[in-house]
């Protein structure tokens, strides 16, 4: 009897190490609200790596537990995001979508001893705080900006441009570095206006652009404020071509834009979803009918990063997986090799420039479309 007893207690014992071998990884984003489409993204591209890796038999016999968290887009709902992601005793987080609620929740995760990689918050200032547990997937304002700015100076020379933002720490911060690297090739802006996002109209901004007779506006902030400007420039009988950033890149910009959306200029990253590295989680993604555009990949790559610095240190303590990052040892991911410096950035970031173009099935998209600088 007793024998019976102790082999049940043992199993017991290591049933309860089993369970405790699930490392908690938080995934947040904009879920819910007007930039839903990429909170779906990050998700989706999150979720499908740690059911890869889970499915492979974890990391080193430890699996992965997701938890969903929806900031909404709100810097505080973000915060509260993190909170609770920090008394749930989260080890690291793959998000958030927006630059202005990644910043004030990283200092969440800083006190609890949380790593946080985003694939999509590009706003300088997410690393340049000497903070520890800052990461990122894709690149920064100041590099987007410089190939906006550069293109802008050599192939629209002597237009007249106007340069419109969302006043959010993304989109303000992107207008601002594209401005400072097309006035140091020598151009300038003619017009340079904030609006507020969330409005549906924007009339009176296009009225201003109009009278200013301007030849291209370009326009730092989300899809949904893209695609309601740019309708309502058509409307009003403006053809002048929008330039955006990495924060259009969803098939919803077509749908609010409607045809006046084909010909925009944006810049983004290569297309992740040709690269041979990713064959295997697009064909993941497609079986389910998902299409892995845009943060996708990058919110996938977020966590084979994460777990490549558990596999060599063999923890999943914050510190010590940032510090194994910060080595700057490449690791392969669904985006290319990735390295980081010691603030978190990669070292080989990259942004190309595309058009919005009409394919052969009618449809307007990016993807193929990279122009030359």
């Not at 959010?168 to 507020?196: H, S």
Request: net charge positive; hydrophobic share 40%.
């Amino acid at each position: 009897m007793r024998a019976s007893i102790s082999t049940a207690l043992l199993l017991g014992l290591l049933m309860a190490s089993a369970a405790q071998a699930q490392v908690k990884i938080g995934i947040v984003g904009s879920m819910t609200g007007p930039n839903a489409a990429f909170g779906a993204q990050i998700k989706n591209g999150a979720s499908q790596a740690v059911e890869d890796i889970n499915k492979a038999g974890g990391i080193k016999g430890q699996k992965l537990e997701v938890i969903i968290g929806d900031d909404a887009s709100d810097p505080k709902q973000g915060v509260s995001v993190a909170n609770k992601f920090a008394s749930a005793g989260v080890k690291m987080v793959v998000g958030h979508f927006n630059s202005g609620v990644s910043i004030p929740a990283s200092d969440v995760y800083l006190d609890a001893g949380i790593i946080q990689v985003t694939p999509a918050s590009t706003n300088v200032k997410f690393t340049e705080r000497g903070m520890w547990n800052t990461f990122r997937t894709c690149g920064r304002d100041d590099q987007q900006g410089a190939v906006a700015g550069a293109y802008l100076a050599v192939h629209l020379k002597g237009k007249k441009i106007a340069f419109v933002h969302d006043k959010t720490p993304y989109g303000k911060g992107l207008a601002d570095e594209t401005l400072k690297a097309l006035k140091a090739k020598g151009g300038k802006d003619v017009m340079y206006e904030g609006v507020n996002p969330g409005e549906k109209d924007y009339s009176a901004l296009v009225s201003k652009l109009k009278s200013a007779e301007v030849d291209v506006v370009y326009y730092g902030g989300l899809h949904t404020e893209a695609g309601l400007i740019l309708r309502q420039m058509r409307d009003q009988g403006l053809k002048a071509p929008m330039m955006s950033g990495d924060g259009i890149t969803d098939k919803e910009f077509v749908q609010i834009a409607g045809p006046g959306a084909e010909g925009t200029l944006m810049t983004f990253s290569p297309d992740a979803r040709k690269n041979p590295n990713a064959k295997a989680a697009v064909a993941a993604f497609k079986a389910k009918g998902i299409d892995p555009e845009a943060y996708t990949l990058y919110s996938y790559a977020a966590v084979q990063v994460l777990a490549k610095a558990m596999a060599e240190t063999g923890s999943s303590d914050g510190k010590t997986l940032a510090d194994w990052l910060h080595q700057g040892k490449s690791i392969d991911t669904v985006v290319g090799p990735i390295a980081y410096d010691k603030k978190g950035d990669i070292t080989r970031p990259d942004y190309v420039m595309y058009a919005w173009k009409k394919g052969a099935d009618g449809k307007i998209d990016y993807t193929g479309n990279e122009l030359t600088q």
